[in-house]
């Protein structure tokens, strides 16, 4: 049985993740080796999941990354301030999100969304 499956993404510069990764989504620096840093939520469990997607939907391209967060439209202003680009949205998706797409400070794709309540 799985119990977790990590995502590794190159960076020659570990440390621009912390603007991004724990300044604009308040993530905890769980582990840090020097050449590896790892992010993620110590106060919450999350479920194991990963996605193979020819598409992104609503015609866009395939994220490299989702990251569901509480309150969608704070993260966007916390993107735009920081000054990270927006490529796609903010959009309320018919299949009951609201999302919007960033580019991180490696050039990832990431695909930023709340659920519609």
Do not use: C
Not at 31 to 43: E, K, L, N
Not at 80 to 108: H, I, L, Q, S
Request: aromatic share 10%; proline share 6%; no cysteine.
């Amino acid at each position: 049985m799985v119990k977790r499956i990590v995502l590794n993404i190159d960076a020659p510069k570990i440390a621009d993740a912390v603007g991004f990764y724990k300044d604009i989504l308040g993530l905890d620096l769980m582990m840090d080796h020097g050449w590896i840093a790892t992010y993620g939520a110590a106060d919450q469990k999350m479920d194991v999941q990963i996605s193979f997607a020819s598409e992104g939907g609503s015609g866009t391209p395939t994220p490299d990354l989702s990251i569901e967060v509480d309150h969608v439209d704070e993260v966007l202003e916390k993107v735009k301030t920081a000054g990270f680009p927006v490529e796609y949205g903010p959009a309320d998706e018919p299949w009951g999100v609201r999302r919007f797409y960033t580019r991180d400070p490696f050039g990832k794709l990431v695909n930023i969304l709340s659920h519609i309540d």
